[in-house]
């Protein structure tokens, strides 16, 4: 291709890009906008909204919530996927391909058809609805990403480095303690902060399986139903600007992990 | 340590490693599943449910010319939505893979943010935007291009297609990615040295090379957005009734949980019969070849 074809595609990329970024940043532009109306013109700057979202008992109630949800999320998948991502990159066995389905079922079947199946389910076996399950459907749809991450990390590793280690008379047991867990750290760090990113940005499973205590995501999609303001655009730059931090130290982690290339 | 031990001890890791996981998807994702598919052979009878198998919620959701419409609304969204992201995502992705040096990771980040934030949020930045008395409508007014709200913005399937694009461009842009990462510069150059002009380039070097991951996107965008409940319900308003709200009202308001089990069962299954059918279709093409021949 020509020069001009590359000079057109990079200006495409461009307007792709804004594309993607212009919702969210119309969203920070009304945050600090002073007026009621989230629509323009823009009438003066203001820090009223975020100040609200922070005095909001309700805000706080559901942040607990979330939290008490995504670090067992957190625990869960990043213990689950790594195995995963091992038995995936470390071993070849009849079944993998059937194993890597059932391992990616989860995200493939449609959430509301997900949510409403666990729903009937816990009914059928009776399970009342509480944070635990919240903890187990969400913790299934997110398992795929987290095996996923790992997995880049640990295809990168070079085995030799593990058989130098069984050659040298290290037992499996020893070489996965000293050689294999160190090399897949960082993609353990990286997983499980993209575990806790998607675990506070659940909604629809979170919505069917949690009892009477509402994860944040809940709460905020009850009120931007019927109206949206100001304070809740705040609040939703709040939880971006977080997600944001943690998906650039989950990044960091998960690159320096496959350095060595 | 005799052959056969290290072998015992391979498959005791083997065991360990796969278990676990194993048991936890069947018993939480499977059994549900499973258990979703016997309630859609039930039946219901005012408040209660009578377990007599039988087919009649599967003939009378067949029957019905409505839950017909809206597994097929479901089916054409979903090959729309493909579309337009494989078409908005392949330039993007090609230039990203072969031209982007320092900034590739940085790149590839920026699209993984607003993914990772979630539907949530990304709907509601997509309201504030598109609202009657939203960001856009208040800037033409302003601006003096229009004189009054444009209603049709929000709450249409204008806006329902623009949000599932939008919300679904990275589950496209990941897989081409990955293709043209994979595709060997070298083959473009010799294409071009035997004389191959730029467009015989494309079309006989790089769109084959790069099909397995089109049709990887493809299949995957359009099974999200086949099961997208989220979206059309908060942006598309009431032209937002699709296969999925109506299976929820048949679970919440209705409480019909057989019929909901049926139609859902229903829309899973030709979900699965569109994606084999494509894969097939791809893998018999002069395309597949290419994914036979490295096998």
Known sequence: MRINGWAALRGYTFVVYGFVYLPIMLMGLFSLNSSDLIAFPLTGFTLDWYNQILHDERIFKGLLTTMSVAFPVTIITTVFGSMAALVLTRHQFKGKVAFLALLVLPFFVPKLIFAIAQVTFLNDIGIHKGLYTVWISQALIILPFVTIIIASVLFRIDKRLEEASGDLGATPWQTFCRVTLPLMKNGIMAGSFISFVLSNAEYTVSYFTSGRAQPLSVLVASDFRFNLSPSLNALAMLIVVFNILVIVVSEWFRRRGVQPE | ?295
Request: glycine letters at 6%; one cysteine or more.
């Open chain 2, 1 to 295: 340590m005799s052959l056969k031990r290290i072998d015992m001890k391979r498959r005791l890791s083997l065991l360990a490693l796969t278990g676990p996981n194993i048991v936890f998807i069947c018993l939480f994702c499977a059994a549900p599943l499973a258990v979703l598919f016997s309630y859609s052979f039930y039946q219901v009878d005012f408040v209660s449910i009578i377990r007599e198998p039988s087919w009649d919620n599967y003939i009378r959701v067949a029957e019905n010319a409505t839950y017909r419409g809206l597994i097929l609304k479901a089916l054409l969204y979903g090959i729309v939505i493909a579309s337009l992201c494989a078409t908005i995502a392949y330039p993007l992705a090609l230039y990203i893979a072969k031209k982007v040096k320092v900034y590739k990771a940085a790149l590839l980040t920026l699209l993984l943010i607003p993914l990772y934030t979630g539907d949530l949020i990304r709907i509601f930045a997509w309201r504030v935007v598109l609202g009657a008395e939203g960001v856009l409508n208040s800037l033409l007014m302003w601006l003096g291009i229009i004189h009054e709200p444009i209603w049709a913005l929000l709450f249409s399937p204008f806006a329902t297609i623009v949000v599932l694009t939008y919300n679904y461009l990275p589950f496209m842009v990941l897989p081409l990615w990955a293709a043209f990462e994979a595709l060997d510069n070298s083959y473009i150059e010799a294409a071009m040295d035997l004389g191959c002009r730029n467009l015989s380039v494309f079309f006989k070097v790089v769109l084959p090379l790069t099909g397995a991951g089109l049709v990887a996107g493809f299949l995957m965008v359009f099974v999200l957005v086949v099961g997208d409940y989220l979206t059309p319900q908060l942006i598309g308003g009431s032209s937002g009734i699709t296969v999925t709200s109506a299976i929820h009202d048949m679970f919440g308001a209705a409480f019909d949980w057989p019929t909901g089990s049926a139609l859902a069962w229903l829309l899973l299954l030709s979900m699965a019969l569109f994606v084999t059918l494509v894969t097939y279709a791809f893998y018999k093409s002069p395309w597949g070849r290419g994914v036979r021949g490295a096998k």
